[in-house]
């Protein structure tokens, strides 16, 4: 069950940055790229989860990797939202 989930997070994030990046492509709100950017890193970062914990050994820890992902999308996210927001 639980490699479902891990693949279902991917998939969902995943969706989620390309509708918001293909919205950008169509309307040019900078917003929009910021948030489509933050969920493409946290798709990158839910591939990882997915991998650490279910294809690698649990010898192999990607701990550190996955949150130093999910931590600059949203520093991405977060910059977006100031810089943007008025």
Excluded: K
Excluded at 1 to 28: D, F, H, K, S
Excluded at 67 to 75: E, F, K, N, Q
């Amino acid at each position: 069950m639980g490699p479902t989930v891990y693949v279902l997070g991917a998939l969902t994030t995943l969706l989620c940055a390309v509708l918001l990046l293909r919205a950008y492509g169509n309307v040019r709100q900078r917003l929009l790229l910021w948030s489509g950017l933050c969920f493409a890193g946290l798709t990158i970062s839910n591939v990882l989860l997915f991998v650490d914990l279910v294809v690698l050994p649990a010898d192999v820890n990607l701990h550190i990797a996955r949150l130093a992902t999910a931590a600059v999308s949203m520093c991405a996210l977060l910059y977006g939202l100031i810089r943007e927001g008025n």
